[in-house]
């Protein structure tokens, strides 16, 4: 994602500013949806800040438990936000949507209490990349994480669906793909999720200041 905590947090001013525009022209659906995601920058601010010291390793576990508790709970997030913004799809799919993310919501919070239990948290540094690596949501079932990310996408992407929201899908859908290629074939790293919440928000900061619906 950032290379220090300086990056992470310069991404994350940024992140607010965008937003605080959102709320500004009453776009309220994507100014939740950009801090929803983009708290992630400040969580792995706090995560890096941690790593500065062996005397601040309580702010990597605090950070790293952040990056859990976000992720496991963005597609509702957002999901909730978007109630005043739906503008098409049956009751049905709306229905679907909520059960899709409510599975999802379910084996990520699972997961994110089983690794707090076994003290499976602290996030460390793929030497490949000099990008985190998040622990907290790491599972030894690849099954589980697969249904996990698929569902994250299903639930995601019905939610851009039904409110017209075609920019935000292809900056979700083509962020997804590039870091899948880049971490599992150009760079072979071990951090997927954190490269794809980079270049994600990065794509939806650079919208949000030209946004002016």
Same mark, same amino acid.
């Given at each position: 994602?950032?290379?220090?905590?300086?990056?992470?947090?310069?991404?994350?001013?940024?992140?607010?500013?965008?937003?605080?525009?959102?709320?500004?022209?009453?776009?309220?659906?994507?100014?939740? $949806?950009?801090?929803?995601?983009?708290?992630?920058?400040?969580?792995?601010?706090?995560?890096?800040?941690?790593?500065?010291?062996?005397?601040?390793?309580?702010?990597?576990?605090?950070?790293?438990?952040?990056?859990?508790?976000?992720?496991?709970?963005?597609?509702?997030?957002?999901?909730?936000?978007?109630?005043?913004?739906?503008?098409?799809?049956?009751?049905?799919?709306?229905?679907?949507?909520?059960?899709?993310?409510?599975?999802?919501?379910?084996?990520?919070?699972?997961?994110?209490?089983?690794?707090?239990?076994?003290?499976?948290?602290?996030?460390?540094?793929?030497?490949?990349?000099?990008?985190?690596?998040?622990?907290?949501?790491?599972?030894?079932?690849?099954? $589980?994480?697969?249904?996990?990310?698929?569902?994250? $996408?299903?639930?995601?992407?019905?939610?851009?669906?039904?409110?017209?929201?075609?920019?935000?899908?292809?900056?979700?859908?083509?962020?997804?793909?590039?870091?899948?290629?880049?971490?599992?074939?150009?760079?072979?790293?071990?951090?997927?999720?954190?490269?794809?919440?980079?270049?994600?928000?990065?794509?939806?900061?650079?919208?949000?200041?030209?946004?002016?619906?």
């Amino acid at each position: 994602m950032c290379y220090n905590k300086e990056s992470s947090l310069i991404i994350y001013i940024f992140v607010v500013a965008a937003a605080i525009k959102m709320f500004l022209i009453k776009n309220i659906f994507y100014g939740v $949806l950009l801090l929803a995601y983009g708290s992630m920058q400040l969580a792995e601010f706090i995560i890096w800040y941690g790593m500065s010291s062996p005397k601040l390793k309580n702010m990597n576990y605090l950070g790293s438990l952040l990056v859990g508790l976000l992720i496991a709970t963005q597609p509702l997030i957002i999901r909730i936000a978007s109630k005043e913004s739906i503008q098409q799809g049956s009751e049905t799919l709306q229905n679907v949507n909520w059960a899709v993310i409510a599975i999802y919501t379910a084996i990520a919070i699972y997961i994110y209490l089983r690794n707090i239990k076994n003290s499976h948290v602290l996030s460390t540094v793929d030497k490949s990349s000099c990008r985190l690596s998040w622990n907290v949501l790491e599972s030894s079932s690849t099954m $589980l994480i697969g249904i996990a990310t698929l569902l994250y $996408l299903a639930g995601s992407i019905i939610v851009f669906y039904t409110t017209e929201s075609y920019d935000i899908m292809g900056i979700f859908i083509g962020s997804f793909v590039a870091s899948v290629i880049y971490s599992f074939g150009v760079g072979r790293s071990y951090s997927f999720g954190s490269l794809w919440c980079f270049t994600a928000i990065l794509a939806a900061i650079v919208l949000g200041f030209f946004y002016n619906d």
